[in-house]
């Protein structure tokens, strides 16, 4: 089954809440957990803010870190969490400090710490002559690096900063020359080189394509569930002009992935469904998350790739399936609401009015309480109005 809360890669990859070293030209801020505290007095505040610049130094220093040793830098981050906390359990210290450390207290310095003192720390300590781009990036460095330790494999740099400054396209390519045949975790690998290779416009479509075919091949839904979300990130950032000749070079090709793809999905619906069905009992929460979630996200996708030639039907094929899907009487009330809305948004996004009016009429048909209207003909532009009223926006989390 497909699992509805994958290891946030997108995140991790792709880091939005991080903020460049630079001063934004926005008036604002991203505010840390840290400065959600509410102090009276003055120095009170003082004193807080004080420490709030203390806990990012150590944390920053522990990502920027030039030795792998941690008895130096972790003592000092020990001994200011413990202060703060007032704490009395002893914490030991880890022998070396790992890419993944430093990856986890760039997400955590971004979690807690307001962005003002973020920047103020970079500013004025000494990594931050070093830091001459963006955390956002460092942080998509320490990611790979990251992977690539977990994956045991080897990293082209043991700083940050040069990590940072890779040529990624370039570094994919080496990656899977070298280790293609490699045992283990395989998806994972694959994934790894199309982040790296689509942080910069594409400039080979073949080894691009190689790659989501070989992980077709493997038949590992998950990982190109993730490789088609990554691809629609990047088509979001290269523009509207450069999608099209981005669609135009792999279209075949991606759409009959994707066929590939949803059939994975509703094969698997469609097995979690006739089993409840047979057994007369209810969806576990857990199930029906991890449904409606993939659902969702095989919608955002199929809806991203719309223009593509076979695009159009692919989002009838798509919208089709969800109306067999709520054929079942398995559902909840409000988990058909969470499936009807992913429908609507997936026929609203096909060309033909004539189609959106067949399918929104069979919806209605199906579940005439989703569907609040009158009697009698219904435009279709009404319909999808009248659907959204009653439509609770849940909200499509990756």
């Known amino acids: 089954r497909l699992p509805s809360n994958p290891v946030d890669r997108t995140t991790e990859g792709n880091s939005e809440n991080l903020p460049n070293n630079k001063v934004p030209t926005s008036t604002s801020k991203r505010q840390g957990l840290l400065s959600k505290m509410k102090l009276a007095k003055k120095r009170e505040q003082n004193d807080r803010h004080e420490s709030v610049l203390e806990h990012c130094r150590e944390l920053l220093g ?11 830098v972790m003592k000092g981050l020990n001994v200011s969490f413990d202060t703060t906390s007032g704490g009395g359990t002893a914490r030991s210290s880890p022998a070396t400090i790992t890419f993944a450390m430093r990856h986890r207290c760039l997400r955590v310095a971004s ?28 942080a998509f460095g320490a990611f790979c690096a990251k992977e690539l ?13 040069q990590l940072s400054h890779m040529h990624f396209p370039s570094y994919a390519r080496a990656l899977w020359r070298h280790h293609r045949d490699m045992k283990g975790p395989k ?11 689509l942080k910069e416009p594409i400039s080979d479509y073949s080894f691009f394509v190689s790659i989501i ?8 839904p998950r990982t190109l569930l993730l490789a088609f979300e990554c691809m629609v990130r990047y088509m979001e950032r290269i523009g509207v002009d450069a999608v099209t000749s981005f669609i135009e070079a792999t279209n075949h090709d991606m759409s009959r992935v994707i066929t590939h793809l949803s059939n994975f999905v509703y094969a698997d619906v469609k097995r979690a469904v006739n089993k409840t069905s047979e057994s007369g009992e209810t969806f ?33 094929e798509f919208s089709n399936g969800l109306l067999e899907t709520l054929k079942s009487k398995t559902f909840s009330h409000e988990d058909g609401k969470r499936l009807h809305e992913i429908f609507q948004e997936a026929v ?4 033909s009015k004539e189609t959106q009016k067949e399918l929104f009429e069979k ?6 309480a989703f569907c609040a209207c009158d009697k009698g003909e219904v435009d279709c532009e009404d319909m999808h109005v009248l659907s959204s009223l009653v439509l609770a926006n849940d909200g499509d989390k990756l």
């Not at 919806?363 to 005439?368: A, D, K, S, T």
């Open 62 to 72: 522990i990502v920027f870190a030039k030795s792998t040793s941690a008895d130096r």
């Open 111 to 138: 979690i807690l710490v307001p962005q003002e003192a973020l920047e103020e720390v970079l500013r004025e300590d000494d990594f931050a002559t070093n830091a001459s781009h963006s955390l956002k990036q460092c």
């Open 149 to 161: 330790e977990e994956m045991s494999l080897p990293i082209p740099h043991s700083d940050l900063l």
């Open 187 to 197: 998806g994972r690998l694959l994934l790894l080189i199309l982040e790296l290779y």
């Open 213 to 220: 075919k070989e992980i077709e091949a493997l038949r590992l």
């Open 284 to 316: 576990d929460r857990d199930e029906i998350d991890s449904m409606v979630s993939t659902l969702s996200r095989l919608g955002r996708i199929i809806r991203a790739f719309s223009n593509a030639t076979g695009g159009q039907m692919l989002l009838i």
């Open 348 to 351: 609203s996004s096909i060309d």
């Open 363 to 368: 919806v209605r048909e199906l579940h005439p």
